[in-house]
């Protein structure tokens, strides 16, 4: 099979797993891998709020390529470290929340293939892929990949977690998001908080990130950010992100028939790291097609058991259902084209092999 060397962006030793596993020994809690040692100095102080907020989306090329250095942002970054494959929403924030490799905890990507359901799931809205319909009358994610959550864990452990995040209904802008925080801050006691907020990353996906929109987003949470900082009081506060974004030419998959019909079912996982279901009597047809199609410049196809040899999804013991659902072929985007099954308007996107997707800032500071 097609085997190509992937440069080492991806840090296992150095990303938001780390980070997570140094928020739960500051607790007091188990840790499954190594801690992220520039986090555990400022957590060692012990203050009573350990507070993250993830701006999805924010990488470092986004950072240094929309922000001037004397920003607030800029002025808090402490280093760049990694977030890890693949570099997406999905993945990433369960990885943060589960202190957990993707392979570990399952979660790979925005739709995946559930094999009980025997359908193509997008994982956080629940619902059929590339429909409005909802996919069961429970979570289906919930079901077959549950874990515990950070939050949950600290909670156990006998001290106060909450969150606050953009897909709630009564705080869908960071405005709303860091005022629920902030009022979190004020309780006693020890306690950790959770703040997503959906964007730079809503406005990279529609309007690339050249665009006068994205740099205006980005003063704004700036702004919104030191104004929120200035009234915390006892108080760690992390700003990271789960993945960086780069502009990207897509492809539709659909305009090439004779390799669709290779397909057992539409692929999954993400646009830039998609997975193939091919029937047993079209696998050699399905890489030469690709091959002939795609060559060789943009994409590393292999074989789902290379990927998993290659332990490109993490280090740790696969969750048990992860295999049934990854299917047999993975191709990994290492520029900037992305396949969809019926083309797209997406302007950026993610999840791919480049330094800009996986790179993303760790920026602290002390109240």
Known sequence: M????????????HCLVNLSNSIAASFGLPTFHPTLSSVDSFLGKRRNNVCIILLDGFGRNILEKNLPNNCFLRNHLVEYYSSFFPPTTVAATTS?????????????????????????????????????????????????????????????GGCQAFISVSYE???????????????????????FVYAYYENPDGVEHWRGIDSPELIAELKQIDEQVEDFASKLKDTTLIITADHGHI????????????LTECFIRPPS?????????????KREEFVR?????????????????EVLSKKLFGSGVPHPAVRSALGDFLAIAVRDKALFMNGTDFAGHHSGWTRDEGDIPLILLEA
């Open 289 to 305: 097609l690709f091959r002939e199609i795609y060559g060789d410049k943009d994409f590393v196809l292999l074989e789902m058991h």
């Open 2 to 13: 097609i085997k190509k060397f992937l440069p080492s962006y991806f840090e296992s030793d």
């Open 269 to 281: 996982l993400e646009a830039r790291a998609i997975n193939f279901f091919i029937r047993e009597n």
């Open 169 to 191: 209904k009564d705080h869908p802008n960071l405005i709303k998001i860091l005022k629920r925080v902030e009022t979190f801050c004020t309780l006693p006691g020890r306690k």
């Open 247 to 258: 502009n990207i030419q897509s492809e539709n998959l659909n305009e090439h028939p004779e």
């Open 96 to 156: 943060l929340l589960s202190g957990k490799f993707p392979i570990e905890h399952g979660l790979l990507g925005w739709d995946m293939y559930f094999p009980k359901e025997d359908k193509n799931i997008s994982v956080f809205p629940n619902k059929i892929s590339g429909t409005d319909e909802i996919a069961a009358p429970y979570n289906v994610a919930q079901r077959y990949y549950s874990y515990d959550a950070l939050p949950e864990r600290i909670q156990k």
